[in-house]
């Protein structure tokens, strides 16, 4: 027995230099487990050292097998035959329930957008490219983008969706709360998400990374990721690198296939970020100054923050290959604001709160363009600490403070026109929010 111990401790040491070097870790965990369940089931049947020491070969093959195995030393990119290692694309019209459910909600639009379209061609060329840029959205579709550096987003032309065709799923702090909002205000509908706490999704910072919701951090696990797959949130195994409780931020960038996490409340981490690329973390440069509730944006297709809660500056910064540069000031000293990126590359402030007049909430809606701030509209009531979400022409502000809805319309050069009230809502800190399809989870 003894020499088969020396055995498995060899062969797992060897796993895992194996594994230091491979991107398909999940998959190899996966595959780990399976062959453990195995050895048990062959073992413990055994009554003797030579039936032990055959199971133990046995198990030695499948690990061997895996991908990260010492027959697959790289993934899946060396044995793409192994049944873990699958292409989700493949047949995903059929057995993909994520590119499903996008598709369907692409369709719906498509559909609904050409009854409403008179006798005119230009109405049903605009209903066919909002659709495909819907479909863009979508998991294992094929696209040609372009970007500017290292970490920037692509931008997409956005085509106007009526509010009556948007459903939103919003995660408040206690997930036994969500439900699906109708972008016209018409329903509020109750929604059934699984999560292993029922707090899971308190103070978390969300972004989309390959059409995929994360959540990131928050009060129940400082350093978790967590997926929304289909109605349940999935902890996966990477995590973050630092703690990041809460006054954190999260962006989807280099066309949603990554997310940036910033900042958090405490010491140096109030500079810091990291990289989630969909299976592994990556810290990555600080930033001049704290951004603690500062957010996170997009200015000129870079990562963008403003403020901070704690040091009360009115600083900007934004992000590119070669690190944090300076922004203008924002005339206040703000902070736990909402930041909204156009397609016009101009970033919108919305809300928070000044600190430089006690911390009082605000109704501004700024506008960082062409290097200069102003203010260009004011919602109904002053708020902070809400969420905001840019759909079609519309961006809705899920307000904390005053617990409510807002929706603001822009014009075709992006234009702000109106900003309507909506609904009240829960009073819920800092939502998470997702553009879903009608009865999503209900």
Avoid at 24 to 45: G, M, P, R, T, W
């Amino acid at each position: 027995m003894r020499f088969l111990l020396i055995i498995f401790i060899n062969l797992a040491q060897a796993s895992l230099r194996q594994r230091d070097s491979c991107n398909d870790q999940e998959i190899n965990n996966e595959c780990l487990a399976v062959c453990d369940a195995e050895y048990f089931n062959c073992s413990k049947n055994c009554e003797n050292s030579d039936c032990l020491r055959k199971c133990a070969e046995e198990v030695n093959a499948c690990e061997n097998s895996c991908p990260c195995g010492a027959d697959c030393p790289t993934g899946c990119v060396d044995c793409p035959e192994h049944p873990l290692c699958a292409d989700e694309c493949e047949d995903a019209q059929f057995i993909n329930n994520d590119y499903k459910i996008c598709v369907n909600a692409a369709i719906y639009v498509l559909d609904f957008c050409l009854k409403k379209c008179p006798p005119e061609i230009g109405c049903h060329n605009s209903c066919y490219e909002n659709y495909t840029q819907m479909l863009f959205l979508c998991p294992c579709i094929e696209q040609e983008t372009t970007t500017t550096t290292e970490i920037s987003t692509t931008t997409t032309q956005i085509s106007p969706i009526e509010p009556s065709d948007v459903f939103i799923l919003v995660l408040p702090n206690y997930v036994d709360k969500s439900y699906l909002q109708s972008g016209d205000g018409s329903s509020q509908i109750s929604a059934t998400i699984n999560a292993p706490e029922n707090n899971y999704a308190d103070f978390a910072a969300y972004a989309l990374v390959n059409g995929k919701l994360h959540i990131f951090g928050g009060r129940s696990d400082s350093k978790k990721i967590a997926r929304l797959d289909d109605c349940t949130l999935n902890e996966l195994t990477v995590r973050l690198n630092q703690e990041r409780y809460f006054g954190h931020a999260a962006l989807s960038i280099e066309n949603g296939e990554k997310a940036l996490i910033c900042f958090d409340r405490s010491g140096d981490i109030r500079k810091t970020c990291e990289i989630f690329d969909g299976s592994t973390t990556v810290s990555t440069f600080a930033a001049d100054w704290t951004h603690y509730y500062g957010g996170l944006g997009l200015y000129k297709n870079q990562p963008a923050s403003v403020g901070c809660q704690t040091e009360q500056h009115q600083k900007a910064e934004t992000l590119s290959a070669s690190g944090w540069t300076a922004l203008p000031n924002h005339p206040k000293r703000i902070s736990m604001h909402s930041l909204v990126a156009l397609e016009n590359q101009s970033l919108l402030l919305i809300g928070g709160r000044d600190f430089g007049n006690g911390g009082a909430p605000q109704s501004g809606i700024w506008q960082l363009k062409d290097e200069n701030w102003n203010e260009i509209g004011e919602l109904l009531q002053a708020d902070y600490s809400g969420s905001a979400i840019y759909i079609g022409r519309s961006i809705y502000y899920f307000r904390y403070y005053s617990n409510a809805i807002e929706r603001m319309d822009f014009t075709e050069t992006e234009d702000l026109q109106t900003v309507e009230f909506l609904r009240n809502s829960g009073q819920y800190y800092l939502p998470v929010l997702f553009q879903t399809v009608p009865n999503y989870c209900i």
